[in-house]
């Protein structure tokens, strides 16, 4: 865990002084975006992504597939978070190198994007953000040498790595140890269909983390016509196949980002106040979606409610927090909100099931606990997870380290502690652009 040598402005996070009653249009799923982008990127035919994320995660992966050949034309509304009328379409064509990839801190980028090399004729070079380095990848280098691609990375099984694209890959059985990332077994299954053998990926090692964003990928696999075999459809467990097919060009709208929508919720929760976000899926494969249920048991209560639009959640505060044990191994990525609403509890908390998060954008269990506890709380790291003694807090600098949703955590901390200061708030654009404006503007500030 590192800190950036340069020190951004600090952001005074803005404090509640009541209630929150505001309704808050949450941009599209970054997670969606990226892979949408990746299986038109590789279709036989033309395709359209309304309603696309634009931040740097989604921008950076849109850049890597136009330097490999994709063609991606947008058209940008006055939002920059990608409005109701905005859509990009995707002319998918040769992928071809000599390219660079600048993957920033995307673990999508980075991930996916080796295997659509290995397809493309000339060698990629990857790199990234200095924190990219650090990130673990040789679950996918080492699968796709076993698939028969040629790549050097110096033995690191990390960035920088150049991949020798020769135009297709053979393909067939790989077994991985996916359990510090499930992006590993995302990113093989991605370009599968355009393998000539397809792909057979046996997960080898201890638990998966992140379940849902696996099952994602196979349910958007499928919509683009895609034959895939999975655990849970009756398959065999840690084993996922994808048949050799052309996939199809799709018109698909990207759901709102639903892992975005936890600052907001958790303002709600914290300020005993209402907070409503438009277009919540009925059905969705987003971890996002269990915070209806995490979120209730810490003291709130929601409703999906039917709109002329389609559906809303309208989550309410009852103006108590409560402490929560709780397993996050499928949904990790919520931890550092659920830790930021534990920490203003009125008992004790356990977050369990998320040892990976050490290897995210930063290591981010040893980021929560130094930060929570300088502002005067009581957590300490676990072997797997977080415990937390809610203490009274009060003001000082919450560091970020570069990780948007550290930067999230320590907003919803200042909404109830007078004081605290955000550094580089602007991390938060990695996945949401517009955040310091839609927070000031759900307080009415």
């Known amino acids: 865990m590192t800190e950036s040598s340069v020190q951004p402005a600090l952001w005074p996070a803005p404090l509640a002084t009541g209630a929150v009653a505001a309704t808050v249009t949450v941009p599209g799923s970054k997670s969606v975006t990226n892979r949408a982008l990746v299986l038109a990127a590789l279709a036989a035919e033309p395709g359209w992504l309304r309603r696309p994320l634009r931040s740097r995660d989604t921008l950076l992966m849109a850049s890597a597939l136009r330097t490999l050949g994709v063609g991606i034309e947008e058209t940008v509304s006055s939002s920059t978070t990608g409005g109701a009328g905005e859509a990009w379409r995707i002319f998918p064509t040769g992928l071809h190198g000599p390219a660079t990839v600048d993957v920033g801190n995307a ?119 895609a034959q895939v075999d999975e655990p849970e459809t009756g398959g065999e467990p840690n084993v996922w196949r994808v048949s050799p097919s052309a996939l199809l060009g799709r018109d698909l709208t990207v759901e709102p980002d639903l892992s975005n929508a936890q ?96 290897l995210h954008e930063t290591d981010r269990l040893a980021a929560l606990t130094k930060e929570i506890n300088e502002l005067g709380g009581d957590v300490t790291e676990t072997e797997d997870g977080l415990h937390i003694r809610p203490r009274p807090l009060h003001g000082g600098v919450f560091h970020t380290y570069d990780d948007h949703r550290m930067a999230t955590a320590g907003s919803i901390i200042g909404l109830a502690v007078d004081g605290v200061q955000i550094e580089n708030v602007a991390t938060t654009a990695k996945t949401l652009p517009d955040f310091p404006q839609m927070w000031t503007g759900m307080l009415g500030a």
């Not at 393909?171 to 269909?193: R, T």
């Not at 499928?330 to 908390?349: K, M, Q, R, Y």
């Open 263 to 358: 600052p907001f919720l958790a303002a709600a929760l914290v300020t005993g106040g209402r907070v409503t976000i438009p277009d919540w899926p009925e059905r969705t494969t987003q971890p996002g979606d269990a915070l209806r249920r995490i979120f209730t048991e810490m003291g709130g209560s929601c409703e999906l409610r039917t709109t002329p639009d389609g559906t809303a959640l309208v989550f309410t505060g009852s103006g108590r927090i409560h402490g929560i044990d709780v397993d996050l191994s499928e949904v990790g990525e919520l931890t550092p909100g659920i830790a930021a609403v534990a920490a203003l509890a009125d008992s004790p908390s356990t977050l369990r099931g998320v040892a990976h998060l050490r």
């Open 107 to 225: 673990g999508t980028v980075m991930r996916f994007l080796p295997p659509v090399a290995a397809l493309a004729d000339g060698p990629v070079h990857f790199d990234g953000d200095p924190r990219s380095h650090e990130r673990p990848l040789n679950g996918v280098i080492d699968a796709l040498r076993v698939l028969g691609a040629r790549i050097d990375d110096d033995g690191r099984g990390a960035l920088p790595l150049t991949v020798h694209g020769g135009g297709a890959l053979d393909g067939g059985p790989v077994e991985i140890d996916a359990s510090s990332s499930s992006q590993f077994v995302s990113a093989l299954l991605l370009s599968a269909p355009r393998f000539n053998q397809g792909v057979e990926v046996r997960h080898v090692g201890g638990r998966l983390p992140s379940m849902p964003h696996i099952r994602m990928t196979v349910d958007m696999l499928r919509t683009v016509g």
